[in-house]
């Protein structure tokens, strides 16, 4: 079975631009998050989806924003891109929520210049 | 608001001795669910082991082990005969059992083992 992948896995944008990734979830799970990963910040949730569905929100402004589509993928889309956008940028998939396991791609490095 | 603390920023181990993460968490439900992640340089992050906190019984995968204290609200990992693949960032994590509720991480706790 193939693991979640994203794309790209690398990413340089100037400040100001807008920038979309995209996650291809496992065969048959519904929930897709996307999480933000800085060495000060930690990992810090952005977002999930379930079937289509923005089902939780994390503290993020406006320019982050995100949709799912039928077949599960997800994008995550970041509009005028601030210096402080740089980070690794997770997607994990489930097939619900609760005690089951999120399964994590490799990430899209993000670099702003 | 819930929240995961791991005071442990570094830890260090010696090849085939025993370590244990440290991670506490705040909230003021009653049922939720309780994880440890492991993220190797540069590799994808994988679950390690999970927790209801319900179950009394102490989660077991292997040469992991947590020590699940509800009352403390202390949820440490111990990693007996560590190998070098051990080597990683360990999260802890927490998500509600009410309603798919998003899951928070703490910080993380950076393991190195010296072989």
């Known amino acids: 079975k193939a693991g979640v992948t994203q794309t790209p896995r690398y990413l340089i944008k100037t400040r100001g631009q807008q920038v979309t990734l995209s996650c291809s979830p496992i065969?048959?799970?519904?929930?897709v998050s996307w999480y933000q990963q800085t060495p000060g910040q930690g990992l810090q949730f952005l977002f999930e989806?379930?079937?289509?569905?923005?089902?939780n929100k994390g503290n993020f402004p406006g320019r982050f924003s995100g949709r799912q589509f039928s077949n599960s993928r997800s994008e995550m889309n970041v509009s005028t891109l601030e210096l402080g956008d740089s980070a690794l940028y997770l997607c994990?998939?489930?097939?619900?929520?609760?005690?089951?396991?999120?399964?994590f791609g490799p990430g899209t490095r993000l670099t702003v210049l | 608001a819930q929240t995961v603390t791991q005071s442990q920023p570094e830890m260090s181990v010696q090849e085939a001795e025993t370590v244990t993460l440290s991670c506490t968490y705040d909230?003021?439900?009653?049922?939720?669910?309780l994880f440890w992640y492991k993220q190797p340089p540069s590799r994808q992050m994988i679950l390690v082991i999970r927790?209801?906190?319900?179950?009394?019984q102490n989660a077991t995968e292997n040469r992991f082990s947590v020590n699940f204290q509800k009352a403390a609200k202390s949820f440490s990992l111990k990693i007996s005969d560590s190998q070098l693949g051990d080597a990683a960032m360990y999260f802890c994590?927490?998500?509600?059992?009410?309603?798919?509720?998003?899951?928070?991480f703490g910080p993380g706790t950076s393991l190195s083992v010296i072989p």
């Open positions: 994590a927490y998500r509600s059992a009410r309603g798919n509720d998003k899951v928070i």
């Open positions: 989806y379930f079937s289509e569905t923005q089902r």
């Open positions: 909230t003021s439900e009653s049922d939720y669910y």
């Open positions: 065969s048959g799970h519904r929930s």
């Open positions: 927790q209801e906190a319900y179950k009394q």
């Open positions: 994990a998939s489930s097939w619900a929520g609760g005690l089951v396991e999120q399964f």
